[in-house]
């Protein structure tokens, strides 16, 4: 059974390979999955590129590291081609993993199970910048 999963956005923090940072998440997601599935990664950058990125990140071990044609040139339409050609061919794809909410929504339509990531809007304590700060008085019944 297979797994597939987008670098760009589940694994790294920018869609350009040779500046980006993992997300914290990737390793942990990575060996995870590995041990159950043969992984597949989908990638929009060059294949060398997306390869070097993985072995840098010490996420080794891939079953495929497919890059988008030039043919299909919308990147969501492109996976989703993929993943319908692997079920043709026979794959038991049991996993698409992606930020891309139509993706996963679209693969549900193949019969295949999608996670997907989302990164965190706001931190614990963090505050909008626009926002003032309240007054104490506001905070503070001072009578």
């Not at 969501?76 to 930020?99: N, P, S, Y």
């Amino acid at each position: 059974m297979i797994c597939v999963i987008s670098i760009e956005g589940a694994l790294s923090q920018q869609p350009n390979l040779k500046e980006a940072q993992p997300t914290k998440w990737a390793r942990t997601l990575y060996d995870s999955l590995h041990h159950e599935y043969r992984m597949i990664a989908f990638t929009s950058n060059d294949n060398e590129v997306a390869k070097w990125w993985l072995q840098r990140e010490m996420l080794k071990d891939w079953a495929a590291v497919l890059t988008q044609e030039d043919a299909i040139p919308n990147y969501e339409d492109w996976k989703l081609r993929q993943l319908e050609d692997f079920l043709a061919e026979g794959w038991e794809v049991g996993m698409v993993i992606d930020t891309n909410e139509r993706v996963i929504e679209r693969a549900a339509l193949l019969g295949i199970m999608g996670m997907r990531l989302t990164y965190p809007l706001y931190r614990p304590g963090f505050r909008v910048p626009e926002e003032a700060p309240r007054a104490w008085g506001s905070i503070v019944d001072s009578s």
